[in-house]
């Protein structure tokens, strides 16, 4: 009796297991790692908001390999640190499968160890400086070659721009991106004392002193322009400051690469009309699907003003193309995924489509847009196709003989074609 008690324990106990186990396979698992407080939240709330649109649309479509999808919603609070700690909890405690997350290039350079560590997948949505190339990381924002590149080529070429006030918030997408910038200009003949540069911290509201010293900088008789990588909340005063002084987008145009349409929303754009923004992606794109795209973020998010952005495009291009690689892989199993993914091709909301490549960037148009009075931008540049973004400048000493190709057998992000030799994991 003692013996059948102790099988019939047994047989209970795994089958309690296998239930359980059953239970915790019924969903897979995405994890969204935006702040929704702090500095960054004006910009990552919506970025939430808009995953956990996607993931209800996919399960409408019956899901992912039969299962629902399931979000996991963490707020890193635009601590950098934090950000570390809340992928491990996503990956570790919760289980998920894939993470859509981070902003700013410092809090991604804080979450990179994880993913490498625990082997798990992040897309990562949003413009950032190059420079890095990791096997974990898919990168379907912009890199400096589809959007700081051609934002500074249109202020050349149409704009006649010859001096230069590179103004940024003081952390690595600024530095990196200016500093390529720098490079580039001086490439193209432009004297060291016609470019500015000045980096502010995360949520500067003082902007006179700053913007006078813009204003003045532009006074010297040769066309002027700022290349805004400011980040976050300061956007707004930096914008208010420049209207209090006068400075109108016919003197001294403003370039910026995080501000959108979501960001607009919240100033009085009056006196922005004719400023510019260099995307890859705006509301106003005059497409049947970004059409779709917008009724449906209306009508989950249930407000008609709402607007869309080019991060939110990333998301809607990086989500898609994780499906289409786990479908493609039947498995969720990051390994598996990664090898799929590259080459996958979905439609991009701008009316073309965009492919993920070997370096595990993704190929984009690029836009310039000018802000209109109801804070949506017009177009009035865009390159004649898709740009493929380069995970490492043409215009850094140390980086021009790089290239990235995750596929076997280079599986290497940072090969050196001069050597002949793969330099390290990336980054």
């Given at each position: 009796?003692?013996?059948?008690?102790?099988?019939?324990?047994?047989?209970?106990?795994?089958?309690?297991?296998?239930?359980?186990?059953?239970?915790?396979?019924?969903?897979?698992?995405?994890?969204?790692?935006?702040?929704?407080?702090?500095?960054?939240?004006?910009?990552?709330?919506?970025?939430?908001?808009?995953?956990?649109?996607?993931?209800?649309?996919?399960?409408?479509?019956?899901?992912?390999?039969?299962?629902?999808?399931?979000?996991v919603v963490v707020d890193p609070a635009s601590d950098w640190p934090l950000f570390a700690e809340k992928a491990r909890?996503?990956?570790?405690?919760?289980?998920?499968?894939?993470?859509?997350?981070?902003?700013?290039?410092?809090?991604?350079?804080?979450?990179?160890?994880?993913?490498e560590e625990l082997n798990s997948l992040l897309f990562y949505p949003v413009q950032y400086e190059g420079e890095e190339?990791?096997?974990?990381?898919?990168?379907?924002?912009?890199?400096?070659?589809?959007?700081?590149?051609?934002?500074?080529?249109?202020?050349?070429?149409?704009?006649?721009?010859?001096?230069?006030?590179?103004?940024?918030?003081?952390?690595?997408?600024?530095?990196?991106?200016?500093?390529?910038?720098?490079?580039?200009?001086?490439?193209?003949?432009?004297?060291?004392?016609?470019?500015?540069?000045?980096?502010?911290?995360?949520?500067?509201?003082?902007?006179?002193?700053?913007?006078?010293?813009?204003?003045?900088?532009?006074?010297?008789?040769?066309?002027?322009?700022?290349?805004?990588?400011?980040?976050?909340?300061?956007?707004?005063?930096?914008?208010?400051?420049?209207?209090?002084?006068?400075?109108?987008?016919?003197?001294?145009?403003?370039?910026?690469?995080?501000?959108?349409?979501?960001?607009?929303?919240?100033?009085?754009?009056?006196?922005?009309?004719?400023?510019?923004?260099?995307?890859?992606?705006?509301?106003?794109?005059?497409?049947?699907?970004?059409?779709?795209?917008?009724?449906?973020?209306?009508?989950?998010?249930?407000?008609?003003?709402?607007?869309?952005?080019?991060?939110?495009?990333?998301?809607?291009?990086?989500?898609?193309?994780?499906?289409?690689?786990?479908e493609k892989a039947g498995t969720t199993d990051p390994d598996a995924v990664i090898d799929s993914i590259v080459g996958?091709?979905?439609?991009?909301?701008?009316?073309?489509?965009?492919?993920?490549?070997?370096?595990?960037?993704?190929?984009?148009?690029?836009?310039?847009?000018?802000?209109?009075?109801?804070?949506?931008?017009?177009?009035?540049?865009?390159?004649?196709?898709?740009?493929?973004?380069?995970?490492?400048?043409?215009?850094?000493?140390?980086?021009?003989?790089?290239?990235?190709?995750?596929?076997?057998?280079?599986?290497?992000?940072?090969?050196?074609?001069?050597?002949?030799?793969?330099?390290?994991?990336?980054?």
């Amino acid at each position: 009796m003692k013996k059948s008690f102790t099988k019939l324990a047994l047989a209970g106990l795994m089958a309690s297991t296998m239930i359980g186990g059953a239970a915790a396979e019924d969903t897979i698992k995405v994890g969204i790692l935006h702040s929704l407080s702090g500095t960054m939240a004006i910009s990552e709330t919506t970025l939430k908001d808009a995953m956990l649109m996607l993931i209800e649309e996919q399960n409408k479509k019956g899901g992912l390999l039969g299962k629902k999808l399931e979000a996991v919603v963490v707020d890193p609070a635009s601590d950098w640190p934090l950000f570390a700690e809340k992928a491990r909890e996503l990956i570790e405690v919760n289980g998920v499968d894939a993470v859509f997350g981070c902003w700013t290039s410092v809090s991604r350079k804080s979450v990179l160890p994880v993913f490498e560590e625990l082997n798990s997948l992040l897309f990562y949505p949003v413009q950032y400086e190059g420079e890095e190339s990791q096997r974990n990381v898919f990168y379907t924002g912009a890199a400096p070659n589809q959007q700081a590149i051609p934002a500074v080529d249109y202020l050349m070429n149409e704009e006649g721009v010859e001096r230069w006030v590179l103004a940024g918030t003081d952390y690595v997408y600024p530095r990196t991106t200016n500093k390529i910038l720098e490079a580039y200009l001086k490439s193209k003949g432009v004297a060291e004392e016609d470019i500015m540069i000045n980096y502010t911290p995360f949520g500067h509201s003082d902007w006179q002193t700053i913007v006078s010293d813009i204003k003045t900088f532009g006074s010297a008789g040769k066309k002027t322009a700022v290349v805004s990588t400011i980040n976050g909340d300061a956007n707004v005063p930096f914008y208010k400051e420049l209207a209090n002084a006068g400075i109108k987008a016919e003197d001294i145009p403003v370039v910026a690469f995080s501000v959108g349409e979501e960001e607009l929303a919240g100033l009085d754009t009056e006196p922005l009309v004719g400023h510019l923004a260099a995307w890859n992606y705006f509301q106003s794109a005059d497409t049947d699907i970004n059409a779709e795209f917008i009724d449906a973020w209306h009508a989950y998010i249930g407000d008609e003003e709402r607007v869309t952005n080019d991060p939110m495009e990333a998301h809607f291009i990086g989500f898609n193309m994780w499906v289409e690689a786990v479908e493609k892989a039947g498995t969720t199993d990051p390994d598996a995924v990664i090898d799929s993914i590259v080459g996958v091709t979905v439609p991009n909301l701008t009316g073309g489509y965009s492919a993920m490549m070997p370096n595990h960037h993704i190929t984009k148009p690029v836009l310039i847009g000018e802000i209109q009075d109801d804070g949506q931008f017009e177009t009035v540049w865009e390159t004649s196709g898709l740009v493929v973004g380069d995970a490492w400048s043409d215009y850094l000493e140390g980086s021009k003989d790089l290239i990235s190709d995750w596929r076997a057998p280079m599986s290497c992000g940072s090969f050196n074609t001069a050597t002949g030799e793969c330099t390290g994991s990336g980054s």
